[in-house]
């Protein structure tokens, strides 16, 4: 059943040419010019079942309530584990749905926390994020030690961020000590004439011991090596997935009267890969 | 430079008289489809594109636009539109508006919005800015309404809601703008341009609002699909509302041998008994909100008028003849909905107005002398199933005093689908103090409730021969003869009263109270009752009491009750014989009152109707 996937990473670029590469103009022309990898699955959920089905429970688990601090975020929503916030959609997909009821927000959080963690490799998801002032969606990675050494010694790596009034703009983050919040390491990438909530695309990290890059549509726009983060390189043991849609928060701001709601991230998939020789 | 044309003929007066002018266009229009129209996108970078023209609209400043070569947008730019919105009272016109046009199509079906730069000398609002007007059909015309521009340069987005529809577009772009209380300003506009932009999505569009609404119907019955809305989401991800037209909306019927819907979303019940969905798409997006019509067959037409014509003024009804009317639907602008969709059935011709808010019939030349009228009738069908009771406001307009006057019937939700008949006495609209000169009746679903209705015979008249007023009586009531010692006096000259009595209450009613002399003997008169209270001076206990006297007449009067009330209220009436010959006298044992406490009597009350005349109420026993 194990399936090796190869990546020539040579060849992406070419396809992907109406992206303009804000932040990295300035890299040497071969940035994207990576080793060629052997790419092995490991872990996975295609979010395949009968529409209104929670996540598969042997994958994931809900992170549930609101949290200390709106999660230390300010966030206004409370999460819940009913199917109406989050629940597969029948056709492959998982779908985190944000909903207002007046002043009030639901929505849900789901991790792999104590079922799946993993050091080094390749994480990705296939995703629609929601859209509007105030949405936060988010696909990313949280030290399995965070129980034992708390935030943000145990490290945080967030492959996907988008701020709902930017739907054209995403941003890839890793936190640790020295380097967390408001203060983290950070880029994004920013679709032209594009929005991420309107067609699925690619998030991914490849990560070893030496670096992380971040993808987007396997278009290489950030690489983080030990020596970028104003601290300790806390990237050195397994890490769980996290995916939610937050409301509010500090890296977002309020939602407003116009912002649409319900608000929905459609997540295809959630693939992890193990690079081999 | 300047290669555009001003059109300042009357030819713009009215866009009414132009889809007149340009109606018959349409057919070359259909043939012209077939050649293929210039894709330019641009209307206006460095100034005008090939082939566009100028025209500003009937009553706007004629020259409130033009090309500024001074203020742009950047520095690659050479020259911008400036617009210069007059102030209040300017001769040269009310406001700033135009249409940006080219004598032959573009085909703009490969964009998806409509892109400009703008600014303003304050921060202001833009009443109606887009795309569609071709000072003919305007039959793709799309807007922003209340445009918010600010002092710096910004780029703004108008979506196109199906680019597929505009293969051959005329009006590439259209703006009108009035003053800011009573303030004119200027704002520029730059970078006109049609663009296909990622940035945007998430069309939504809605008939009625979004609501799925459940009408009754006959065959034979009109209505319409209005509440059309859109919206599309910015790159900001904020939902823009636009103003799009009917013809972007594919109707379509789920039975058209029950109803059928045309493209500009008229309806027609065409079969029944039996049911059809009218919904409607824009390009491959459904619309929210649907309109089923329940047809019962056969129309119910509406109750025949029971009026003789002597006694009517009427304003729409068959059965009578109707004075000049100058509109059934005024379409007050700018916050009326209403839409008017009037139909005949066997030739019974009925008033039917939809999309419902409030809306007025006018009849100013002439006015309307109806000081010789009693009562307004009305008779109204609520098609639609009601969520909750409504209330069904009905404004009467005195032109010459400049008056008017207010009256709400409460229609309770299990009154829809049936002809209700209203007839509402004239003295129920307060505020209508002359109504010599009447010229609009007007509707407003106070309850917001409402969404359509049927009117049929509206008219005023009078209910004929009022109870005619009663002569007075020749005599005073007959002096009573109870000793004084077994007596407890409410009003009469023969005892002493209780003290402190109030003979004039107001209870909210319409009665007339006076006291006369009838031969120097003091006598309550109540002059058109319908109810009248007597507040005691204070509390009595009339437990030793057997009965209660009372001395009435009356010649006109149908119904009387007298009321004992203790409190709690509890009340207790008691039925008068009525009308009267002379004076009649009654002693009504006050066992007749229970439950009402008679160790604690605070008022009592007379009701019914017609001016009486009473005398000598008092408790006795034997």
């Known amino acids: ?277 | 430079m300047k290669a555009y044309t001003f059109f300042r003929s009357s030819l713009l007066i009215a866009a009414g008289m132009l889809i007149i002018l340009f109606a018959g266009c349409e057919r070359d229009l259909a043939d012209l489809e077939k050649a293929s129209f210039p894709t330019n996108p641009e209307v206006f970078i460095n100034g005008f594109s090939p082939g566009l023209n100028y025209a500003a609209f009937g009553g706007s400043v004629p020259t409130a636009f033009s090309v500024d070569n001074q203020v742009t947008y950047s520095d690659q730019s050479t020259a911008s539109m400036r617009f210069e919105v007059p102030d209040a009272g300017d001769p040269a016109g009310s406001f700033a508006g135009g249409v940006f046009f080219t004598e032959s199509g573009r085909n703009l079906s490969g964009y998806n919005a409509l892109t400009f730069w703008a600014k303003a000398t304050q921060s202001t609002t833009i009443g109606e800015i887009g795309f569609g007007n071709d000072l003919g059909e305007n039959k793709y015309v799309v807007s922003i309404q209340g445009l918010n521009v600010t002092t710096g340069w910004r780029k703004y987005i108008i979506p196109i809601p199906d680019p597929a529809k505009l293969t051959a577009e005329r009006g590439l772009f259209w703006y009108a703008a009035g003053n800011i209380d009573g303030k004119g300003f200027t704002f520029w506009i730059d970078e006109v341009k049609y663009e296909k932009l990622g940035t945007i999505g998430h069309p939504k569009f809605a008939i009625l609002n979004g609501e799925n609404q459940v009408e009754t119907s006959f065959i034979g019955v009109s209505t319409g699909v209005g509440g059309l809305m859109s919206t599309f989401n910015m790159p900001t991800g904020i939902n823009q509302a636009i103003s799009i037209a009917p013809a972007y909306f594919q109707f379509a019927s789920s039975d058209p041998s029950i109803a059928v819907v045309d493209e500009a979303g008229n309806v027609n019940v065409t079969g029944g008994p039996g049911t059809a969905e009218i919904t409607a798409r824009v390009g491959e997006v459904d619309a929210d909100g649907s309109l089923t019509i329940q047809s019962l067959g056969e129309f119910e037409h509406a109750p025949t008028p029971i009026h003789d014509p002597e006694n009517v003024i009427s304003i729409f009804s068959d059965h009578y003849e109707n004075v000049p009317v100058d509109y059934y639907n005024g379409y007050w602008e700018p916050w009326q909905t209403t839409q008017s969709a009037d139909f005949t059935v066997d030739g019974d011709n009925v008033l039917h107005y939809f999309d419902f808010n409030f809306v007025g019939i006018q009849f100013a030349s002439p006015t309307v002398n109806a000081t010789g009228m009693t009562h307004l009738h009305v008779d109204i069908f609520l098609p639609n199933q009601l969520n909750a009771n409504a209330q069904f406001q009905i404004e009467l307009v005195d032109f010459g005093a400049d008056v008017s006057g207010v009256n709400t019937t409460n229609i309770s939700a299990d009154q829809s689908q049936q002809w209700i008949s209203l007839d509402i006495p004239l003295d129920d609209f307060p505020g209508l103090t002359s109504r010599a000169a009447l010229a609009q009746i007007i509707f407003v679903d106070a309850g917001g409730n409402i969404p359509s209705f049927f009117a049929d015979n509206i008219y005023f008249y009078n209910e004929g021969a009022p109870p005619p007023p009663g002569d007075e009586p020749s005599s005073p009531a007959p002096t009573p003869t109870h000793p004084a010692n077994n007596v407890l006096a409410v009003f009469s000259d023969a005892y002493e009263m209780i003290p402190g009595t109030d003979f004039f209450p107001d209870w909210g009613q319409q009665t007339v109270v006076s006291i006369i002399q009838i031969d120097g003997v003091n006598t309550l008169k109540y002059s058109g009752l319908n109810y009248q209270g007597i507040q005691l001076g204070s509390n009595q206990n009339v437990t030793d009491m057997e009965y209660l006297h009372v001395d009435f007449w009356t010649a006109n009067s149908t119904e009387l009750n007298i009321f004992m009330i203790s409190p709690g209220p509890v009340e207790t009436s008691f039925s008068l014989t009525v009308p009267t010959t002379g004076w009649s006298s009654i002693d009504i044992p006050l066992s007749s009152f229970a439950p009402v406490d008679l160790g604690d009597v605070i008022q009592l009350m007379f009701t019914g109707n017609g001016d009486i005349f009473i005398d000598n109420i008092y408790f006795h026993k034997n």
Not at chain 1, 37 to 64: H, I, M
Not at chain 1, 75 to 83: C, D, F, K, V
Not at chain 1, 189 to 197: C, P, Q, S
Request: with cysteine; charged share 20%.
């Open chain 1, 1 to 277: 059943m194990k399936t090796t996937y190869k990546f020539n990473k040579s060849h992406i670029a070419y396809f992907i040419m109406p992206v303009l590469l804000v932040f990295f103009g300035c890299e040497r022309d071969d940035f994207q010019k990576l080793d060629e990898r052997n790419w092995q699955l490991v872990w996975s959920d295609e979010f395949e079942g009968e529409a209104g089905e929670l996540p598969d429970p042997s994958k994931w688990t809900f992170d549930l309530g609101t949290g200390e601090d709106g999660w230390g975020n300010q966030e206004l929503q409370r999460y819940t584990n009913n199917p109406e916030n989050v629940s597969l959609d029948g056709e492959g997909n998982l779908v985190i749905t944000a909903i207002r009821d007046g002043n009030s927000f639901t929505s849900a959080r789901i991790k792999t926390q104590g079922l799946f963690a993993q050091q080094y490799g390749r994480f990705e998801a296939r995703l629609k994020t929601p859209f509007g002032p105030g949405l936060w969606p988010a696909f990313w990675l949280l030290g399995d030690n965070v129980d034992t050494v708390g935030w943000p010694q145990c490290g945080e790596i967030d492959i996907m961020e988008l701020r709902g009034q930017q739907p054209h703009i995403i941003h890839g983050s890793v936190h640790g000590p020295g380097y967390s919040g408001g203060n983290p390491v950070s880029g994004s990438y920013t679709l032209i004439n594009g929005r991420f909530d309107m067609d699925y695309h690619v998030f991914a990290i490849e990560w070893d011991e030496d670096r992380i890059d971040f993808f987007v549509n396997d278009f290489l726009y950030q690489r983080i090596e030990p020596e970028d983060v104003p601290g300790e390189w806390v990237f050195d043991h397994p890490f769980f997935i996290i995916l939610n849609v937050a409301v509010g928060g500090s890296f977002v701001g309020f939602p407003i009267d116009q912002t649409p709601f319900p608000q929905r991230m459609i997540v295809d998939y959630v693939r992890v890969y193990t690079a081999v020789d």
